[in-house]
């Protein structure tokens, strides 16, 4: 059974950092492309960052770029994701998924992903 499971948010002030982990269980986890995802009240699920299955191919959504950084640690299943500079409009349920991918590339749409966290909440003061 395929378990993904995210942790590591909470309320934070603006400026603040956060780091989220998400743990695999049931997959190999070094041939499973994974990203992370968010969602606000209201708003659709969209993408966040994605990281290849070595961690060597990284995207981030241009509202991230600069602030958040994923990597992954295959020999823990594990991937991060760090948040720095965290602002109002980062607060969101964040999703870990993952998918597999015996090649490259990392999907930015969340019909790629077969496999989602429970999501784990990061709500930023202002």
């Known amino acids: 059974q395929v378990q993904l499971v995210e942790s590591g948010g909470g309320l934070v002030q603006a400026g603040a950092s956060v780091r989220l982990s998400c743990a695999a269980s049931?997959?190999?986890?070094?041939?499973?492309?994974t990203g992370w995802f968010r969602q606000a009240p209201g708003k659709e699920r969209e993408f966040v960052a994605g990281?290849?299955?070595?961690?060597?191919?990284?995207f981030y959504a241009d509202s991230v770029k600069g602030r958040f950084t994923i990597n992954r640690d295959n020999a823990k299943n594990t991937v991060y994701l760090q948040m720095n500079n965290l602002k109002f409009d980062d607060t969101a349920v964040y999703y870990c998924?993952?998918?597999?991918?015996?090649?490259?590339?990392?999907?930015?749409?969340?019909?790629?992903?077969?496999?989602w966290g429970q999501g784990t909440q990061v709500t930023v003061s202002s």
């Open positions: 998924a993952s998918y597999y991918n015996p090649t490259y590339g990392v999907s930015r749409s969340p019909s790629g992903y077969n496999y």
């Open positions: 990281t290849g299955r070595s961690g060597g191919f990284t």
């Open positions: 049931g997959v190999t986890f070094s041939m499973h492309t």
